[in-house]
């Protein structure tokens, strides 16, 4: 069976690779580029581990194809910081505790970035809904809700 | 398993018909969970979003035509649907979370055949009519008529579907669509029900469809509930028969979610409390 060759941008990098028909993006992304920081957690769409953006809509990387990639613009947690300057969401999330085990970290800094970026000043109501999608099995959910809404508010400030 | 990505129709439809074991992908939310946990496996997969108009809604005939790979996202941000069919695009951004509603598509949610599916209801309330391609060419079939039974559809080998047209939405008319679940996100229907109605000058129903949705195998249109209300302004002794025929039309099943008798008294409740929001945009008095 002949893979097929991929020629796509992730985190601003022109990129290619080669995928069987079956593997999911999250498959290539970790396995064959590397890039490991995206988790798999349920593996059905449940979960939001995997949250990573496709032409600047945030999905689930576990339910797309690698070879759906061909020709979009992928970004994945390690996109989020510029070098070594962390997103003002991952340096709040920090601060605040906004995490434990962190598997769901990754998952959910994409998904709230994503979130931030289309509205600036969301409601707390707005933001629990937005990561409906991104479960965590350890904080309750209480520190990563104020994480993000303090963020929210420093980005206002700032901008 | 090959995956193949076709530029137009007609490429799509070769590719399904040389090929058994050829599934569509449009938004893959479905289709990707039952790859995983191998419930179905292809010989082939057709990707229909790099056809021309799939990821398009376009006005037609005063109403619009949504390409069979728009996801819930780009509905929910489309101002016309927005404003026409508030009703369609509450009930499709139902559907998952965030990352899903990025992916998701009507199309897809109709051709997974859930009897709970959300947006389904909404889609047979509004009149939606669906534009099938094929290896015997291009027929539109009503919402209503595509669920044959749970995860079945009555589209034929090699068929799919390209577009879903919902209609013009007609003076002094509005739609709705609700759904009981236990949480408050994230969760499958117990009950849905959609409607759509038009008003006549004096406020009074001129014409209603009213839909059912996780209380049989497939959806409902319940033609009894559309004429408990046809001819009469909306106040609480229609209101009552409304959830009445409604709660005698459902023909649920006992299951994890819910009972019998529960999910036809919240048959009823839904209707009702939908058919108030539907007459208020009829009205203009919501959004």
Not at chain 1, 98 to 103: D, E, F, K, T, V
């Given at each position: 069976m002949s893979r097929i060759h991929v020629t796509t941008t992730v985190n601003g990098d022109a990129t290619e690779f080669l995928c069987d028909a079956e593997a999911t993006l999250l498959d290539v992304l970790r396995d064959e580029l590397g890039l490991t920081g995206t988790k798999e957690g349920c593996g059905t769409g449940d979960c939001g581990a995997c949250s990573v953006t496709v032409d600047g809509r945030l999905v689930c990387s576990c339910l797309m194809l690698g070879a759906e990639a061909e020709g979009r613009e992928i970004t994945t947690i390690e996109g989020m910081a510029a070098g070594d300057t962390l997103h003002p969401l991952q340096q709040k999330f920090i601060e605040m505790a906004?995490?434990?085990?962190?598997?769901c970290t990754p998952g959910i800094l994409v998904a709230a970035k994503s979130l931030l970026e289309r509205n600036p000043d969301p409601s707390e109501e707005e933001v629990r809904y937005w990561l409906a999608g991104n479960l965590c099995r350890c904080t309750g959910y209480d520190k990563i809700i104020r994480a993000v809404m303090e963020t929210a508010a420093d980005m206002r400030r700032a901008s | 398993m090959r995956f193949e990505a076709p530029r137009s129709v007609e490429e799509a439809v070769t590719a399904l018909a040389g090929q058994t074991g050829a599934h569509v992908l449009a938004g893959g939310t479905d289709l990707l969970v039952k790859l995983r946990a191998e419930m179905i496996e292809p010989e082939l997969i057709v990707d229909i979003k790099r056809i021309a108009g799939m990821r398009d809604v376009v006005a037609e005939d005063g109403g619009w035509r949504i390409g069979a790979a728009v996801s819930g996202a780009e509905m929910g941000e489309h101002a016309g649907l927005c404003a026409d069919w508030p009703g369609v695009v509450e009930a499709v951004g139902l559907i998952g979370s965030t990352q899903v509603q990025g992916r998701a598509t009507l199309a897809g949610n109709l051709c997974n055949a859930s009897p709970a599916a959300d947006s389904v209801p909404a889609m047979v309330a509004a009149g939606a009519v669906v534009r099938v391609v094929g290896p015997k060419g291009t027929r539109d079939v009503a919402v209503i008529d595509i669920p044959k039974a749970p995860g079945k559809t009555t589209l034929a080998a090699g068929e799919f579907i390209a577009s879903v047209f919902l209609p013009a939405r007609g003076a002094r008319s509005g739609d709705a669509y609700l759904r009981f679940i236990p949480r408050t996100e994230m969760d499958i229907a117990v009950v849905g029900c959609g409607i759509a109605l038009s008003l006549d000058a004096a406020g009074r129903v001129a014409a209603a469809r009213v839909s059912l949705g996780a209380v049989g195998p497939k959806v409902m249109l319940v033609d009894a509930a559309a004429e408990a209300i046809q001819g009469r302004v909306l106040d609480e002794a229609a209101l009552a028969d409304l959830a009445a025929v409604c709660s005698a039309a459902a023909t649920p099943i006992d299951d994890k979610r819910g009972t019998v008798d529960f999910r036809r008294h919240v048959s009823g409740v839904l209707a009702r409390r939908a058919a108030v929001i539907a007459e208020a945009r009829a009205k203009g008095e919501q959004a």
């Open positions: 906004a995490l434990q085990c962190g598997i | -």
